[in-house]
């Protein structure tokens, strides 16, 4: 079975400063790991993914995340936080077992950017 | 390539009374997905089309709702007699044969049952 834990429901940071929004994985499979972004009132946009090829992956506006099968985390970095940065944003794994790959979400984590 | 668009974008009901949403995917996508989210959570998977054939349904999919994808175009979601429990957004997205594990998502339709 595949599973997402995103350990922080809110994050708060000043504008400036960097992000770091953290998640876990539990899978059967060699996992493919997805952050997704949700603005209010707007859909999931997808910042990065990470598919068994480099460990670090950049993605859109800045972030990035690091796989680690040794810690089975895949936390997303940014340097340095703007205000335009606070949103949902979802921690995604794809379930591969099934054929399906549908995708299982974390409960996600509230980014606060603080002018 | 206009992305994932979904009809209407919200949506107020009465309890009992049926609803149903439509989903565009982006073309030539094959795969498609239904997922609900519902306030503080994140989104859950609902049923998985590919082409026209509904291959998985979630046990949320309880027998008052039904999905179609006719052609392997556009998708339908339809809830009977609908609960306020059904209040939540209802997201689509699909998926091509290459990039098969990237989903694209639509705005969603956000369903209030009074």
């Known amino acids: 079975a595949q599973s997402v834990t995103q350990l922080d429901s809110h994050v708060s940071v000043s504008e400036g400063t960097p992000v770091l929004l953290r998640c876990n994985y539990s899978?059967?499979?060699?996992?493919?790991l997805f952050w997704y972004v949700q603005h209010p009132n707007k859909g999931l946009q997808l910042l990065l993914k990470?598919?068994?090829?480099?460990?670090l992956v950049k993605g859109i506006n800045g972030f990035e995340a690091e796989f680690k099968k040794s810690e089975t985390s895949f936390h997303l970095t940014k340097p340095s936080a703007h205000m335009s940065d606070a949103a949902e944003y979802f921690c995604?794994?794809?379930?591969?077992?099934?054929?399906?790959?549908?995708?299982?979400f974390g409960t996600g984590t509230r980014l606060k950017v603080l002018a | 390539d206009t992305g994932v668009s979904q009809n209407p974008r919200h949506k107020i009901t009465k309890r009992g009374q049926n609803v149903t949403f439509r989903c565009d995917p982006i073309?030539?996508?094959?795969?498609l997905y239904w997922y609900r989210q519902t306030l503080g959570q994140g989104p859950e998977f609902l049923t998985y089309?590919?082409?026209?054939?509904?291959?998985?349904k979630s046990r949320l999919l309880s027998d008052r709702f039904s999905a179609e994808r006719p052609k392997g175009s556009f998708s339908t979601l339809e809830i009977q007699r609908t609960e306020q429990g059904d209040s939540a957004m209802y997201l689509c997205?699909?998926?091509?044969?290459?990039?098969?594990?990237?989903?694209?998502f639509g705005p969603g339709t956000r369903l209030l049952v009074l």
């Open positions: 997205a699909s998926s091509s044969v290459s990039g098969y594990q990237t989903q694209y």
């Open positions: 899978s059967s499979y060699s996992p493919s």
């Open positions: 990470y598919t068994s090829a480099a460990t």
């Open positions: 995604v794994v794809s379930d591969r077992g099934s054929g399906t790959y549908k995708y299982i």
């Open positions: 073309s030539e996508h094959n795969r």
């Open positions: 089309f590919q082409n026209e054939a509904q291959l998985e």
